[in-house]
């Protein structure tokens, strides 16, 4: 494990293998650590870190606030992920990578590629997370956890995520913070002090640019549709990773090849063989 400060942020990383550079955005939500691709739902059984690391260099990392990535109080948008991950690409001296998503890290992966398309050469969005339920999840997740933080206040959030391990995505009301409050007591410090005014416009402006379409959150459509970096789509078929949201990205993007595969089906063998048989293509 290695970190990196960017854009005045720590991230935690890890590269492993060997040969052309992946860059993976971890699955989770606002829980999206490395490990989850070898520990979270769907992802500890599909192994795609052992079978990519055969012929590429995975690059795995925290997203910021998450892990033991450290954070910032500030209005979270797609744009601070994007400078995280080509802030990392940076620091590594790669100038450009294939990508891959999983869940919401999908949206993070296309938002990269949409800012910076010369740096992608393809990109995997696997499992992509967006619908109509869960965009409605996520604004209630921020409006839980803003009532318990007027409640009680900010002492007390700092309180609770301290005394738990479950993050936002988990327990609203430790809110999106809560990783890095666990891991810097400095940061908690000033978290509990911070005006609760300013967080609750915070948090609003969050949760309204974060989760703003009823379809995969983040880029646009317009400059999805203007996009050639090759994509797989592989679809989910639950309601935070619909079949609708992978079909709108099939829809966007020019240059796709869908694996129209029930989830059922997407077992271990042939979903590392379908990522790796695309990967090896581009």
């Not at 192994?47 to 990519?52: K, N």
């Not at 998503?101 to 992966?109: P, R, T």
């Not at 379908?274 to 581009?282: D, H, I, N, Y």
């Given at each position: 494990m290695?970190?990196?400060?960017?854009?005045?942020?720590?991230?935690?990383?890890?590269?492993?293998?060997?040969?052309?550079?992946?860059?993976?955005?971890?699955?989770?939500?606002?829980?999206?650590?490395?490990?989850n691709?070898?520990?979270?739902?769907?992802?500890?059984?599909?192994?795609?870190?052992?079978?990519?690391?055969?012929?590429?260099?995975?690059?795995?990392?925290?997203?910021?606030?998450?892990?033991?990535?450290?954070?910032?109080?500030?209005?979270?948008?797609?744009?601070?992920?994007?400078?995280?991950?080509?802030?990392?690409?940076?620091?590594l001296?790669?100038e450009?990578?294939?990508t891959?998503?999983?869940?919401?890290?999908?949206?993070?992966?296309?938002?990269?590629?949409v800012?910076?398309?010369?740096?992608?050469?393809?990109?995997?969005?696997?499992?992509?997370?967006?619908?109509?339920?869960?965009?409605?999840?996520?604004?209630?997740?921020?409006?839980?956890?803003?009532?318990?933080?007027?409640?009680?206040?900010?002492?007390?959030?700092?309180?609770?995520a301290r005394?738990?391990?479950?993050?936002?995505?988990?327990?609203?009301?430790?809110?999106?913070?809560?990783?890095?409050?666990?891991?810097?007591?400095?940061?908690?410090?000033?978290?509990?002090?911070?005006?609760?005014?300013?967080?609750?416009?915070?948090?609003?402006?969050?949760?309204?640019?974060?989760?703003?379409?009823?379809?995969?959150?983040?880029?646009?459509?317009?400059?999805?549709?203007?996009?050639?970096?090759?994509?797989?789509?592989?679809?989910g078929?639950?309601?935070?990773?619909?079949?609708?949201?992978?079909?709108?990205?099939?829809?966007c993007?020019?240059?796709?090849?869908?694996?129209?595969?029930?989830v059922?089906?997407?077992?271990?063998?042939?979903?590392?063989?379908?990522?790796?048989?695309?990967?090896?293509?581009?």
């Open positions: 290695a970190f990196v400060e960017i854009d005045g942020i720590r991230t935690r990383y890890e590269t492993i293998g060997d040969g052309p550079p992946i860059l993976m955005f971890s699955p989770g939500g606002f829980d999206s650590s490395l490990d691709w070898t520990t979270f739902g769907r992802y500890k059984q599909l192994g795609f870190i052992d079978a990519l690391s055969k012929d590429f260099t995975c690059i795995v990392y925290d997203r910021r606030e998450s892990g033991r990535s450290g954070g910032r109080v500030e209005r979270l948008v797609w744009s601070t992920y994007v400078r995280q991950a080509a802030g990392l690409l940076d620091h001296g790669i450009s990578a294939h891959m998503g999983g869940c919401v890290g999908c949206s993070s992966a296309a938002m990269l590629a800012a910076q398309p010369e740096r992608v050469r393809s990109m995997v969005l696997f499992s992509p997370a967006g619908g109509v339920t869960y965009r409605a999840a996520q604004h209630r997740r921020f409006s839980q956890h803003l009532g318990y933080a007027l409640e009680n206040g900010l002492a007390a959030v700092v309180e609770l005394s738990t391990e479950a993050g936002f995505s988990k327990d609203p009301r430790v809110g999106p913070w809560a990783a890095v409050l666990r891991s810097d007591g400095g940061f908690a410090a000033q978290y509990a002090e911070f005006d609760l005014d300013r967080y609750a416009t915070i948090l609003s402006g969050s949760a309204r640019l974060l989760f703003d379409r009823d379809t995969v959150p983040g880029p646009e459509p317009e400059d999805l549709q203007l996009l050639d970096v090759p994509a797989l789509i592989v679809p078929e639950d309601l935070s990773h619909t079949r609708s949201a992978a079909r709108y990205l099939q829809e993007l020019p240059n796709t090849e869908y694996w129209d595969v029930p059922a089906d997407q077992t271990p063998v042939a979903s590392t063989a379908r990522v790796r048989e695309f990967l090896l293509s581009q």
